[in-house]
């Protein structure tokens, strides 16, 4: 059997993080021995990264909005008939890509809508509620994510999925101060950037030893880059490649995660099977997902209450306090793989 996958983000050469969760998905399935083509739906300028065994493909360059739907629908076509058509991330172009594939292929194509993120408030998008509706098959990668789709049919949660840590990447307890980690998108509206920096400048008043590492990098970046180099014990590392940013994890001892809003926050279930505390609002994914992990405090004020999060700052476990790494089988990718492949079963794809 063939899927062909549209996807709207997906690691390239300037954001080798970019959609890496989708990428998880992907990897699941071709390791399950499943033949896939993957069209990247991104409107980046920046080719995309190679998957071992996984035929992608660059969609066209269009301005947004319907003028361009016709060159992307067609990059699809153009591909030939799969067995399955999933796409991942919905709107306008998506439900148009299902109206062309029964006009081109038949009903009976079964149609898959995964959805990773949404952080919209309010009505469903019309392009995204006949995406949902013309689906046989709809997923979301959190319980919280999924309630966010639930009115308009089924939705089964697949969640994200990554490789249990390597020895190297665990951590370990030491002498000296606690060592903060901070991963996103330098995007400070979702992410909660310029607070924390706020924030940790009053924690290392008392607490000078420990220090704060951010990784990543984004359209915030004029603004965030002078404050971090104000803020006292702080290092900006970047973007990084996932291989890399996994075994930077393993030399932190707690994660920090300030966003307003998380549909599932992968980090957070890396961190815990490598042995880091994590600190967060409570942003509805992660509350969802992790209901059983340990090892996780949510504080209640908001990703702007600086004075709450600089008081729970200061509540940090010692270094040299080992925490208990989990392992999370339910999120290891052949797990993931063979929901997926029983979704497909349940549609009437021989596999």
């Avoid at 016709?70 to 799969?82: D, I």
């Amino acid at each position: 059997m063939t899927v062909t996958h549209v996807v709207r983000m997906w690691p390239d050469e300037g954001d080798p993080q970019l959609g890496s969760f989708v990428r998880s998905h992907i990897s699941a399935l071709r390791d399950a021995g499943i033949e896939q083509r993957v069209v990247v739906w991104s409107g980046r300028s920046e080719h995309p990264l190679p998957l071992d065994g996984v035929h992608v493909v660059a969609g066209p360059e269009v301005l947004p909005g319907p003028k361009g739907w016709n060159a992307k629908v067609r990059s699809v076509l153009n591909l030939g008939r799969p067995d399955v058509l999933h796409v991942h991330g919905s709107g306008g172009d998506t439900a148009y890509l299902f109206v062309r594939s029964v006009m081109q292929w038949g009903q009976r194509l079964p149609r898959v809508i995964s959805e990773h993120q949404y952080f919209g408030d309010g009505n469903l998008p019309s392009g995204t509620l006949w995406t949902h509706r013309l689906a046989n098959v709809r997923t979301a990668v959190s319980p919280f994510l999924a309630a966010r789709f639930a009115a308009i049919g089924r939705v089964d949660v697949v969640p994200n999925c990554w490789a249990a840590p390597l020895p190297h990447q665990i951590r370990q307890p030491h002498s000296g101060g606690c060592r903060v980690l901070h991963i996103g998108d330098w995007v400070d509206a979702t992410k909660g950037i310029s607070p924390l920096l706020e924030a940790w400048q009053i924690h290392s008043e008392r607490a000078p030893l420990n220090h704060l590492t951010l990784v990543g990098d984004g359209v915030d970046r004029p603004l965030l880059e002078p404050l971090v180099r104000a803020t006292p014990n702080c290092t900006w590392l970047g973007r990084m490649a996932p291989a890399d940013l996994e075994s930077e994890m393993g030399r932190h001892d707690v994660l920090v995660l300030n966003s307003p809003r998380e549909t599932f926050s992968m980090v957070v279930g890396q961190a815990r099977e490598r042995g880091l505390h994590v600190l967060s609002t409570r942003c509805g994914g992660p509350e969802s997902v992790y209901q059983s992990v340990h090892g996780i405090a949510y504080r209640d004020g908001s990703s702007h209450d600086v004075t709450d999060l600089a008081s729970a700052l200061h509540g940090l476990p010692s270094a040299s306090e080992l925490g208990t790494s989990e392992e999370l089988k339910m999120f290891r990718p052949e797990m993931v793989a063979a929901q997926f492949m029983q979704l497909y079963r349940n549609v009437g794809i021989k596999i």
